[in-house]
């Protein structure tokens, strides 16, 4: 099946540092893909879907200028958590969307944690 | 409103006994897809299998075998000869037309030996 690299997948930041997180689809172009956010034995919460090309759809409740989105190809999607703070530390995944729209490939998962 | 609704939070099975994961959701899109991922604790998402809302048959992918009953808005996942590594979260997940992917709470599913 199609892969998407998300890196890193551990990361531990200062409070008030930034925080970048790549995501890649290694062998297929993704036009949307999506940031999810999963708290300790919750769901995922969807934070934004990210569109080449074009701005990123947050959704509510998500800060757009805490969590800076940018889908600048059809291969690569960042998310950069701004201005850390210990309750940013969280488990942060991305999935890719592939053009048939049946399946969502997802990352490996980035654990942030911000001390 | 939920859109994703997982009634089990936990459940136990004994290994080689077949599982059934409930899950229904709500839309009122005509097209939509609908998504079951498994999650070990590493925290990986593995995409086990899909349904599309015109598809006119239940999607199986080996063991996996999706109970898709539209009228009821359903979409069970079932395991058969469930084994010890099938122990996870299980995910049910809904894909609208504009592309959203939202989950459901989850299912953690424990095997028993």
């Known amino acids: 099946g ?3 690299s998300q890196h890193p997948s ?3 930041c200062k409070s008030g540092t930034s925080v970048k997180i790549e995501c890649r689809s290694l062998d297929f172009q993704a036009t949307t893909m999506f940031w999810y956010r999963q708290f300790p034995k919750q769901s995922l919460m969807l934070m934004a879907t990210s569109n080449e090309g074009s701005k990123a759809t947050y959704e509510q409740g998500v800060e757009k200028d805490k969590f800076l989105i940018n889908h600048a190809s059809l291969t690569l999607s960042t998310l950069t958590v701004t201005s850390a703070h210990p309750e940013d ?3 942060y995944i991305c999935s890719a969307l592939n053009v048939e729209n049946t399946e969502a490939f997802f990352g490996q998962g980035t654990r942030l ?3 | 409103a939920q859109k994703i609704t997982q009634t089990q939070p936990g459940m136990f099975v004994q290994e080689k006994e ?3 994961l409930d ?5 009122s899109d005509p097209s939509y897809g609908l998504f079951w991922y498994k999650q070990p604790s590493s925290g990986e998402m593995i995409f ?3 349904q599309g809302s015109y598809d006119q048959q239940n999607a199986t992918e080996g063991r996996y075998s999706l109970n898709f009953q539209k009228a009821r808005k359903s ?3 079932v395991i058969s000869a469930s084994q010890l590594g099938d122990s996870a979260m299980y995910f049910c997940a809904m894909r609208e037309e504009d592309d959203k992917i939202i989950f459901g709470k989850g299912t953690r599913l424990h095997i028993l030996p």
């Open chain 2, 48 to 50: 086990l299998i899909y």
């Open chain 1, 10 to 12: 551990r990361v531990i």
């Open chain 1, 89 to 91: 530390s969280s488990f």
């Open chain 2, 23 to 27: 899950c229904t959701y709500d839309t």
């Open chain 1, 2 to 4: 199609a892969v998407v």
């Open chain 1, 113 to 115: 944690t911000v001390v």
């Open chain 2, 75 to 77: 979409a069970n996942l």
């Open chain 2, 18 to 20: 077949a599982v059934t």
